[in-house]
């Protein structure tokens, strides 16, 4: 399984960013997919999700700045960014919601990509 986030950078304050994701390895098509970012100190909170047939939703204080849109069943998934703020900058992390698991050695764990990078300038 892979899950490959794409399209982060370095953007002024008021940019704009569009993330691309790439779920492979996985048969079915993910039911519930979105966006993840990393709060520091925390685990990693959903910021963006589309549902298959369903509306998508967005974190109450991003609403408005970002869309996130899938094609079709893929699991392909896309995250428009809009008026970009410094605080905006972190890693983003495409997954299912909840996140893929893994088991190994009797435990079970998230899975995660590396993420994708954004980077707002004041």
């Known amino acids: 399984v892979q899950l490959q986030a794409s399209g982060g950078g370095v953007v002024q304050a008021g940019g704009s960013l569009r993330l691309s994701c790439v779920v492979s390895?996985?048969?079915?098509?993910?039911?519930?997919i979105g966006w993840y970012r990393q709060v520091p100190g925390k685990e990693r909170v959903v910021i963006a999700y589309t549902s298959i047939g369903g509306v998508p939703s967005y974190e109450d204080s991003l609403k408005g700045r970002l869309t996130i849109s899938r094609e079709g069943a893929k699991n392909v998934v896309y995250l428009q960014m809009n008026s970009l703020k410094p605080e905006d900058t972190d890693v983003y992390y495409c997954n299912s919601i909840p996140p893929l698991t893994i088991r190994t050695d009797g435990y079970t764990y998230n899975y995660w990509g590396q993420g994708t990078q954004v980077t707002v300038s004041s």
């Open positions: 390895g996985v048969t079915d098509s993910i039911k519930n």
